[in-house]
């Protein structure tokens, strides 16, 4: 069971004495997960738990609230991701003006040191932190030395492609490249969240669907996918296949975007029910149709389109 720690300040016991990735690690691509295997290499070697430590809100979200939409993943998928590699500590700090004020060296002494006792930190070669960005990976290890904690930093992993960034794949997202997301990820891009009530207008279609909403999650291209499902919860808990539509609905006016998707074969009510979307070929762009007929037509085209990518997995 991983513990999960909120306010470095009131940090108990055993929940201290960690060695710790630091890093917002949205998507958990293959950089970050050069990360966390060198944490687990320390974790080993120093015989302590292996830890995470991230920042909610993002920063990024703290310093523009008003911004676009960015994260690859919200906090309760990515500590679900973290858990799946290892992950026993994660440092879940709450990312406020408090946390923010602090001065590098405040960072270090503070939270690394006192608050959360961290035996060792990894951070990757473009790290930054401390007030105003000041700290670096390279002051973080000046740091460490004098104030008794071990520092590994990391260079940054590429592909054929270039290096592995979240920038990197919310640009293949928006182009309607999952499979290039997945590569630079280590994974299928996933969409996590509870399962809400929409129009039914799906279920009168002959598809029911379940219906996710998308807030403060970037956007992958608007459009149709084959998917894998997890159940992640409740009686009908495992994995299905189906397909999903990701906009918002033009052929019934304007919506908020969301994603809705129909799984194959599954009868059950999973409402209020936490599920994952993996996201793993691009159909095709969202179109608005002129009548329900030629609706329902292309949606079982797409299904059987889903059904054919879905069977070489």
């Not at 050069?34 to 979200?61: I, W």
């Not at 179109?287 to 292309?298: G, V, Y």
């Amino acid at each position: 069971m991983m513990h999960i720690v909120r306010d470095y300040q009131f940090a108990h016991e055993a929940d201290k004495g960690a060695a710790v990735a630091i890093g917002n690690f949205d998507g958990v691509h293959l950089g970050h997960q050069a990360v966390l295997n060198a944490v687990r290499k320390q974790a080993d070697a120093l015989n302590c738990p292996m830890g995470v430590m991230t920042f909610e809100p993002h920063p990024r979200e703290y310093f523009a609230p008003n911004a676009p939409a960015f994260r690859l993943m919200n906090a309760e998928a990515k500590a679900h991701q973290l858990e799946k590699m290892g992950v026993t500590h994660l440092y879940q700090l709450n990312f406020n003006a408090a946390l923010s004020g602090l001065s590098a060296e405040e960072f270090c002494r503070d939270v690394i040191r006192d608050g959360l006792g961290l035996k060792h930190v990894v951070v990757g070669a473009d790290f930054c932190f401390g007030k105003g960005r000041a700290g670096t990976a390279d002051s973080l290890q000046e740091m460490g030395a004098e104030l008794g904690f071990g520092v590994t930093i990391l260079p940054l992993v590429s592909g054929e492609k270039g290096t592995f960034s979240s920038t990197a794949i919310r640009t293949a997202l928006s182009e309607g490249r999952p499979e290039d997301a997945a590569h630079m990820l280590g994974h299928w891009h996933r969409i996590d969240a509870r399962v809400q009530h929409g129009d039914a207008r799906g279920r009168d279609l002959g598809y029911p669907t379940a219906n996710l909403l998308l807030d403060d999650l970037h956007l992958p291209k608007f459009g149709v996918y084959a998917v894998l499902v997890d159940v992640l919860d409740g009686p009908h808990k495992g994995r299905y296949k189906g397909a999903a539509s990701i906009g918002d609905r033009p052929t019934f006016g304007v919506n908020e975007p969301n994603l809705e998707v129909f799984i194959f074969d599954f009868s059950g009510d999973i409402y209020d029910t936490e599920i994952s979307v993996a996201l793993v070929a691009f159909q095709r762009p969202e179109l608005k149709f002129d009548n329900l007929d030629e609706l329902i037509a292309q949606i079982k085209a797409d299904c059987v389109e889903s059904h054919i990518i879905l069977a070489k997995l």
